[in-house]
């Protein structure tokens, strides 16, 4: 099984910067897909940036220019850069893996999120 552990939430004013780390590890054989949704309250899960295996990203239109994700490889770890802070960035941010395990089994996980705060 994969595991997801992320880090790098927090409480930080418009404007503003942090970044989101998140690491796999488990039986992990190879990766599709890596990247962040949110979910801010009262609202559905959103994309928010993904990058596949062959390093293509993609991203929601309302944090492009702002964020930038990128990975490593070794540690099978992907990065959030979150720049320009807004406050409807609030929200908590889950990160989220798929892939396929030594058997070629299909696996979805997602991490179990951390809180991203935007306020003066």
């Known amino acids: 099984q994969v595991q997801l552990v992320e880090s790098g939430g927090g409480l930080v004013q418009p404007g503003g910067s942090l970044r989101l780390s998140c690491a796999a590890s488990?039986?992990?054989?190879?990766?599709?897909?890596m990247g962040w949704y949110r979910q801010a309250a009262g609202k559905q899960r959103e994309l928010v940036a993904v990058i596949t295996n062959g390093g293509g990203t993609n991203y929601a239109d309302s944090v492009k220019g702002r964020f930038t994700i990128s990975r490593d490889n070794a540690k099978i770890t992907v990065y959030l850069q979150m720049n320009s802070l807004k406050p409807e960035d609030t929200a908590v941010y889950y990160c989220y893996y798929r892939g396929v395990d030594a058997s070629n089994r299909n696996l979805e996980v997602w991490g179990q999120g951390t809180l991203v705060t935007v306020s003066s």
């Open positions: 488990g039986s992990i054989f190879r990766f599709f897909v």
